[in-house]
């Protein structure tokens, strides 16, 4: 039983993404049944809502912010297919025998992670805008048997990067402005246009910068809405198999009638197909693919027009990064006090 409850545990951390948030859930459930004994850990009440202060406050300290995923995604971390309580308990026992064996092996599988992930943003840390290869920043997470899991952030990162450097060099403008035949609605509705669209009868045409936005941490099941613009389109980033199920997700999970999808090369006619036969191919605006990426990439950093964007582009690709991936530079006293071998 302890050595089902091992490979359990081993398939949560290897499905986590650098963050490790689930696998730290069950370091400081395991914490609090060994040095507390306020739990019992066959009964999944005792912890199933409190772990997740736990795990959070820990979390403040390692990465300076909390999970945000679904409250349904974080309780699937107790289901038959990851570590119910009948296998947790098992390595309570073991924690309890080993002196804390089990949350010391849990962490230093996340300083494992973020040593890799360390090693592999280095690269874009100090990459020139003449030597920056985006292609090979994306293998570095390829490459990685322990990063495989962020590279869905990693990518959403370099399109916003991108998306949001071009909107801002090209002065892209956006304008939202009255026919001159409703101006009757616009009389009754008056305080409406001007307290949600910034209209009037004195001042008719509302004109703004365009923007792209990140929508933040997109959940498990890599479906839903990744980034916005502030002119129409969604954008949806997909670097993983698609299939009829997720197609439909991908789509019915996003309002917008403009979808822009980015994907990697060999993905795009498969996703047009799963499309088509669903019958939502007319809500694509465009399928953007990772080859497309990399060649706006190359003219940005590059190109004729790189002095004017490709430090722009490289400072906000660094500066989402730093934001999405915190530097763990030291164990904080919190953890270190526990004796653990780091």
Same mark, same amino acid.
């Given at each position: 039983?302890? @050595? @089902?409850?091992?490979?359990?545990?081993?398939?949560?951390?290897?499905?986590?993404?650098?963050?490790?948030?689930?696998?730290?859930?069950?370091?400081?459930?395991?914490?609090?049944?060994?040095?507390?004994?306020?739990?019992?850990?066959?009964?999944?009440? /005792?912890?199933?809502?409190?772990?997740?202060?736990?795990?959070?406050?820990?979390?403040?300290?390692?990465?300076?912010?909390?999970?945000?995923?679904?409250?349904?995604?974080?309780?699937?971390?107790?289901?038959?297919?990851?570590?119910?309580?009948? +296998? +947790? =308990? $098992?390595?309570?026992?073991?924690?309890?025998?080993?002196? #804390?064996?089990?949350?010391?092996?849990?962490?230093?599988?996340?300083?494992?992670?973020? =040593?890799? +992930?360390?090693?592999?943003?280095?690269?874009? &840390?100090?990459?020139?805008?003449?030597?920056?290869?985006?292609?090979?920043?994306?293998?570095?997470?390829? /490459?990685?048997? #322990?990063?495989?899991?962020?590279?869905?952030?990693?990518?959403?990162?370099?399109?916003?990067?991108?998306?949001?450097?071009?909107?801002?060099?090209?002065?892209?403008?956006? $304008?939202? &402005?009255?026919?001159?035949?409703?101006?009757?609605?616009?009389?009754?509705?008056?305080?409406?246009?001007?307290?949600?669209? =910034?209209?009037?009868?004195?001042?008719?045409?509302?004109?703004? /910068?365009?923007?792209?936005?990140?929508?933040?941490?997109?959940?498990?099941?890599?479906?839903?809405? /990744?980034?916005? *613009?502030?002119?129409?389109?969604?954008?949806?980033?997909?670097?993983?198999?698609?299939?009829?199920?997720?197609?439909?997700?991908?789509?019915?999970?996003?309002?917008?009638?403009?979808?822009?999808?980015?994907?990697?090369?060999?993905?795009?006619?498969?996703?047009?197909?799963?499309?088509?036969?669903?019958?939502?191919? *007319?809500?694509?605006? &465009?399928?953007?693919?990772?080859?497309?990426?990399?060649?706006?990439?190359?003219?940005?950093?590059?190109?004729?027009?790189?002095?004017?964007?490709?430090?722009?582009?490289?400072?906000?690709?660094?500066?989402?990064? &730093?934001? $999405?991936?915190? *530097?763990?530079? *030291?164990?904080?006293?919190?953890?270190?006090?526990? #004796?653990?071998?780091?």
């Amino acid at each position: 039983m302890l @050595e @089902e409850a091992r490979k359990a545990l081993d398939l949560v951390i290897n499905k986590s993404r650098v963050h490790l948030y689930k696998p730290i859930q069950i370091a400081e459930i395991l914490y609090h049944d060994r040095v507390f004994h306020d739990i019992n850990l066959l009964k999944l009440e /005792d912890y199933r809502t409190k772990s997740k202060k736990w795990r959070d406050d820990i979390c403040i300290h390692l990465l300076g912010r909390v999970c945000t995923s679904s409250a349904k995604f974080q309780d699937n971390l107790f289901e038959a297919n990851a570590l119910p309580p009948h +296998l +947790l =308990n $098992e390595l309570g026992k073991e924690n309890r025998r080993t002196k #804390g064996g089990i949350e010391e092996y849990i962490y230093r599988n996340f300083l494992h992670k973020y =040593n890799q +992930l360390s090693e592999a943003l280095t690269y874009c &840390s100090n990459a020139t805008k003449e030597r920056f290869d985006v292609k090979v920043f994306i293998n570095s997470f390829w /490459d990685e048997p #322990g990063l495989k899991r962020s590279l869905d952030k990693i990518y959403e990162i370099i399109v916003y990067a991108l998306f949001s450097t071009l909107v801002q060099v090209l002065k892209l403008k956006i $304008e939202v &402005s009255i026919n001159t035949k409703d101006v009757g609605i616009l009389s009754e509705f008056e305080d409406f246009a001007q307290m949600i669209m =910034n209209i009037d009868f004195q001042n008719p045409t509302y004109i703004s /910068d365009a923007r792209v936005y990140r929508v933040g941490v997109t959940n498990a099941a890599d479906r839903g809405l /990744d980034m916005y *613009s502030n002119w129409g389109p969604a954008i949806q980033i997909k670097h993983l198999t698609l299939d009829v199920s997720l197609a439909e997700n991908i789509v019915a999970g996003v309002s917008s009638d403009r979808i822009i999808i980015v994907c990697k090369d060999a993905e795009k006619n498969v996703i047009l197909s799963l499309l088509t036969q669903i019958g939502w191919k *007319s809500r694509i605006q &465009s399928i953007v693919t990772e080859n497309n990426l990399v060649d706006w990439y190359k003219k940005a950093l590059t190109g004729t027009y790189s002095n004017q964007m490709g430090d722009l582009l490289l400072n906000c690709l660094r500066n989402e990064i &730093s934001k $999405e991936f915190p *530097s763990v530079e *030291s164990i904080p006293e919190v953890i270190s006090k526990r #004796g653990y071998n780091l």
